[in-house]
């Protein structure tokens, strides 16, 4: 069985930051493209991040670049996402998804991934 946990949500401040990780288990993901997505109850899952395979090719929505940072650990089969200057309209569950396909090209869709983990809240009070 595939899982992906993600871990280090919770509550901050306006200006604050939290590191979230998500670690996976059951399938080396080394090969695939690995995304960051998140959820605010009533509206669809939207792109935040994504990361090539061995880590040298990055995206991020327009919302997020400049303060988040997505990263990844081949070796602990898990991927990060550093969230620095975290606004209210941060405040969402954020998803770890996996690409459906090795090696493919960066996608802000959902479609294109096939592995999810459950979320984890992210609260940023103003």
């Known amino acids: 069985q595939v899982q992906l946990v993600e871990s280090g949500g919770g509550l901050v401040q306006t200006g604050g930051s939290l590191r979230l990780s998500c670690a996976a288990s059951g399938r080396t993901f080394g090969s695939r493209v690995m995304a960051w997505f998140r959820q605010v109850s009533g509206r669809d899952r939207e792109f935040v991040a994504a990361?090539?395979?061995?880590?040298?090719?990055?995206d991020y929505a327009h919302s997020v670049k400049g303060r988040f940072t997505i990263s990844r650990d081949n070796a602990a089969n898990t991927v990060y996402l550093q969230m620095n200057s975290l606004k209210p309209e941060d405040t969402a569950v954020y998803y770890c998804?996996?690409?459906?396909?090795?090696?493919?090209?960066?996608?802000?869709?959902?479609?294109?991934?096939?592995?999810w983990g459950q979320g984890t809240q992210v609260t940023v009070s103003s």
């Open positions: 998804a996996v690409h459906r396909d090795a090696a493919r090209r960066l996608s802000p869709q959902i479609v294109a991934y096939d592995f």
């Open positions: 990361i090539s395979w061995n880590g040298d090719t990055t």
